[in-house]
């Protein structure tokens, strides 16, 4: 245990007296900081198999099988090799999400991550991926005051997912919110906005990468991400996520 781990361990006792532990989404006391309590542990969607073997997205039916492909990636091959999602996108992870983006509650970052890191398999010692995170432009990360993406990179990188490359990605000018925005607006506001550095390009060319977010929503976002790492030389990329939103997969669950 290294001297932070030993400090940490040794203040916690202190700090659940000053502040108790409670549950992030419905206030309950629970046995310790950073944890949620076992009804809303419940309430959050994890994916689960069998999943496409392309983009991962559950088929909920017991009939397929974690070979086969599914109806999307048929259609539409992604250039991305796979999606690690954390959670589906429903109530319960809309509510952290909202707290750990928007709430300051970068505290989450820990147990968000470890949702993340289940899903991402395990690599060679002597093989790590690049850990990049989707980038913000320098205006909103000065208002915001973080990257949230980098933090759940960070995480990642601690639990031996792969080693951090926190400016991997550049957003070289402001896109809107793209919120309520279709697939196509938010293409076509993203078009050109995100790159690799020159200063990076050497450090990515024939790497595994994992491309980290909070959310993943209609795609666009993590597809323009994925197109700047390829076209810098990437082997494969990998997008990491907490939360995925995929309304089918949470009717198949329900």
């Known amino acids: 245990m290294n001297l932070?781990?030993?400090?940490?361990?040794?203040?916690?006792?202190?700090?659940?007296?000053?502040?108790?532990?409670?549950?992030?989404l419905c206030g309950d006391a629970i046995a310790r900081q950073n944890g949620?309590?076992?009804?809303?542990?419940?309430?959050l969607a994890i994916p689960g198999s069998p999943q496409c073997r392309s983009c991962s997205r559950p088929?909920?039916?017991?009939?397929?099988?974690?070979?086969?492909?599914?109806a999307v990636c048929l259609a539409h091959p992604p250039n991305h090799s796979g999606i690690a999602?954390?959670?589906?996108?429903?109530?319960?992870?809309?509510?952290?999400v909202l707290a750990f983006k928007h709430g300051g509650k970068i505290a989450l970052a820990p147990m968000l991550a470890g949702l993340i890191a289940a899903q991402i398999a395990d690599a060679e010692p002597d093989n790590l991926p690049l850990i990049i995170p989707v980038p913000l432009h320098r205006w909103r990360l000065w208002k915001r005051g973080y990257n949230q993406a980098a933090l759940l990179g960070r995480e990642l990188e601690k639990l031996g997912k792969g080693?951090?490359?926190?400016?991997?990605?550049?957003?070289?000018?402001?896109?809107p919110s793209l919120g309520g925005l279709g697939r196509s607006a938010r293409q076509r506001a993203l078009a050109g906005s995100i790159a690799v550095p020159k200063a990076?390009?050497?450090?990515?060319?024939?790497?595994?990468?994992?491309?980290?977010?909070?959310?993943m929503t209609s795609g666009a976002t993590s597809d323009a991400c994925v197109k700047a790492l390829l076209k810098a030389g990437a082997e494969t990329v990998t997008i990491a996520c907490f939360a995925r939103v995929l309304d089918e997969a949470l009717d198949a669950a329900a």
């Open 85 to 96: 999602a954390g959670t589906l996108y429903n109530d319960a992870s809309r509510q952290l």
């Open 36 to 43: 949620l309590c076992t009804g809303c542990w419940s309430s």
């Open 4 to 24: 932070g781990k030993t400090i940490a361990a040794g203040l916690a006792p202190v700090v659940d007296l000053v502040y108790p532990p409670r549950c992030p």
């Open 59 to 70: 088929f909920g039916s017991d009939t397929a099988s974690d070979a086969m492909t599914c």
């Open 163 to 175: 080693q951090l490359l926190h400016q991997g990605l550049a957003r070289l000018h402001a896109t």
């Open 200 to 215: 990076m390009r050497k450090r990515i060319i024939s790497r595994n990468i994992i491309l980290v977010d909070d959310v």
